[in-house]
């Protein structure tokens, strides 16, 4: 074998060599956890066990492929390619592929993704709503892919509108001969439940199952391991967990902590191991992360610890508001790679809301720090975002066909999409623009007076709305807010959310985004014309940062979980953002303090978290308390550092090096105290 047992530390080498019978590996963050699983199946291998018994399932491609590379690293091709790794949805299909017809769909059945289930509730919502009924079908989506992760069937009798929908878009997809991603796991549990024969050859391929992530599973995630691992004829189930109950931060998606918490009801007398020596980060951050995990009532105790040293303490910075947080974190992080030979993609910043990411990238543009989002969607790319800046544009320049074709039937106007259509058909003919093609009586001609009198109600406000954003010395951003208002755009976008909260928080972006001009022309004389080219270079860049992965990493503490980073900055430590509002309504605390735990150990050589004393939220701003979960961190590992105090802390330039540098001077002075 090409690998070598001693390279293991003493819990690895034990989880590694553990071959028969259940087994439950508990893998703190950054222990090594992936190394495990394929030293492990490579020993199994090396012990004469057969490489197409072994099953190995994940939840993502990646993590599979991950998998597998390094296994062909260590075996070669030909030995890895016979060990099955998969995702749970992939193996699912293979299933249902081959024995689909005992549930009376035929084996060529097509798998529908989220475009197709989208149109076909549409059709299936239109004809089943009464008058004054309403049923949004990502609603209907959403309410039906949980039900079926509880592992309920479509109800027999219509007595709610959900329910209807239900059992209408089942019996079409069945009569379609199609599934969804939800059905790939629930049909495959029905089946191996009711069906003997397939369950048990199943088991005879697979003796030996490991399951990576077990913390995310959900219960017909468990009932499936269960049915292909516990066998019938009695023999002890060889199926191996490997998972950490603190790093469960999916329960919104159906993910069941239980399922680790409990294992040994589910598979008894198992061997459980412990990972607990971290190669990713210091002391310092493990223990800052030890001490607020141990506050979580159900969990099974884990103490992280590494051979790195002490490192830096841990920064608590307080911010007046969240745009001078977004300043400093930008600003520090430009001066810290270029007086440390650091590279951008050293760092990160994670929050807990898409939100909180907006005047993160407004101080990253402003600074000229190149970025990347991941795991949410950039504020710029939101709809409500482009929707007014193409008003902005229009109002600017009604000759602007993109611009124009975005918002002339946002809201609806009257202005049906085949009058839009003949009027860009008229406009490449005449080799002129949309605004002037709906102008044109041959176009008039060959539509309706109602939609005439639409186009010329349109075109009236337009011309109203550019006079105004002329007028000399005029409140440009204030003109832009009536402009928005006397759009309807507002009452257009509140329609089309699917509750109050989405309304709010796409209303509060618009609001960011008129402040985002405002602060523009407090710093440049290039008027809107100017603001949005400037928005218009950025999504260049923006797109072309994406494309390379280049820059620093601004990300959520969801989409977090897995990577780690040098430097990390982990903001927004109050109540309401972390821990979220909704948790205390929901009992979701403990979920809340893994996904601050989650984002602390992503940290390999430093931390800076911070909170402030009030934020942008809802289009105003708003007081905050800090997280009450910063009582629950060792005040030993902690350095506080408040900002406005410290930015009124004079520093001689010339006896620091770097802002870094710079709070350690004026904390020694004590002027962050």
């Known amino acids: 074998m090409s690998f070598r047992l001693f390279d293991l530390n003493d819990p690895q080498r034990h989880a590694v060599t553990t071959t028969e019978g259940p087994l439950l590996i508990l893998a703190g963050a950054g222990t090594g956890k992936t190394r495990v699983i394929t030293f492990r199946i490579g020993y199994m291998l090396s012990q004469g066990i057969e490489a197409a018994s072994i099953l190995a399932v994940t939840f993502t491609n990646k993590a599979a492929n991950e998998m597998r590379e390094r296994l062909m690293a260590m075996l070669g091709k030909e030995k890895a390619g016979k060990v099955t790794m998969s995702t749970f949805h992939a193996l699912c299909m293979r299933i249902l592929r081959q024995d689909i017809e005992k549930l009376g769909y035929k084996k060529n059945f097509t798998i529908y993704d989220e475009g197709d289930q989208t149109g076909l509730l549409k059709k299936i919502i239109t004809r089943t709503v009464a008058i004054g009924e309403k049923m949004e079908p990502n609603v209907a989506k959403s309410l039906i892919s949980k039900a079926k992760n509880n592992g309920w069937n479509a109800p027999q009798e219509e007595k709610t509108l959900i329910g209807a929908i239900f059992a209408r878009y089942q019996a079409d997809l069945k009569q379609l001969n199609a599934v969804d991603f939800d059905d790939l796991l629930l049909l495959t549990v029905k089946l191996l439940a009711e069906h003997a024969d397939v369950r048990q050859r199943w088991q005879k391929r697979f003796r030996y199952v490991m399951v990576d992530e077990f913390q995310d599973t959900n219960r017909l995630q468990l009932e499936l391991v269960g049915y292909l691992a516990k066998r019938d004829d009695g023999t002890p189930p060889n199926v191996a967990v490997v998972g950490d109950d603190d790093q469960s931060i999916y329960g919104w998606r159906g993910a069941e902590v239980s399922n680790i918490l409990e294992f040994e009801t589910h598979f008894p007398n198992p061997t ?190 337009l011309d109203a709305w550019e006079t105004k954003l002329n007028e000399p010395l005029v409140n440009q951003p204030e003109v832009l807010r009536k402009i928005i208002d006397e759009s309807g755009y507002y009452d257009d976008l509140r329609r089309s959310c699917k509750n109050g909260d989405e309304a709010l928080k796409r209303e509060s972006n618009i609001r960011d985004l008129v402040g985002g001009f405002e602060r523009y022309l407090e710093k440049s004389d290039g008027g809107l014309s100017g603001f949005l080219d400037a928005m218009a270079l950025r999504q260049d860049k923006d797109d072309d940062d994406k494309e390379k992965g280049t820059g620093v990493t601004l990300i959520t503490l969801h989409a977090s979980k897995g990577l780690e980073f040098p430097h990390c900055y982990l903001v927004g430590l109050e109540e309401g953002v972390l821990p979220h509002d909704r948790s205390k309504l929901e009992g979701t605390l403990d979920e809340e303090r893994r996904l601050l735990y989650v984002g602390i150990t992503r940290a390999q050589q430093t931390l800076t978290m911070t909170y402030c004393y009030s934020r942008f939220r809802y289009g105003g701003s708003i007081p905050c308390t800090p997280s009450s979960f910063i009582k629950e961190l060792d005040p030993d590992l902690i350095e506080r550092i408040d900002l406005k105090k410290l930015m009124n802390t004079p520093v001689a330039d010339t006896a620091v090096k770097s802002r870094f540098a710079a709070m350690r001077a004026a904390l020694e002075t004590g002027g962050g105290r």
Not at 330 to 356: C, P, S, T
Not at 430 to 459: D, N, W, Y
Request: some cysteine.
């Open 272 to 461: 459980v191991v412990k990972l607990e020596q971290n190669y990713r980060s210091t002391n310092s951050i493990l223990n800052t992360a030890n001490t607020l995990i141990k506050n979580n009532p159900r969990r099974r105790p884990k103490q992280l610890w590494s051979g790195k040293g002490d490192g830096d303490k841990v920064r608590l910075v307080m911010a007046p508001n969240d745009h001078e947080e977004a300043d400093f974190i930008a600003g520090e992080i430009a001066k810290r790679k270029a007086e440390g030979n650091l590279r951008y993609e050293d760092f990160a910043v994670l929050f807990r809301m898409n939100a909180q990411a907006r005047s993160l990238e407004q101080a990253f543009q402003e600074k000229g720090v190149p970025y990347r989002i991941i795991g949410g969607k950039s504020f710029f790319d939101s709809r409500e975002v482009k929707d007014v800046l193409s008003y902005f544009a229009c109002t600017l320049n009604a000759d602007n066909d993109a611009a124009l074709l975005r918002i002339i039937n946002t809201p609806p106007r009257g202005i049906s999409e085949a009058t839009v259509q003949k009027a860009l058909e008229l406009s490449i003919k005449e080799k002129c623009s949309l605004f002037q093609a709906l102008q044109k009586e041959e176009l008039h001609q060959g539509i309706t007076p109602r939609a005439v009198t639409a186009i010329h109600e349109f075109m009236t406000q």
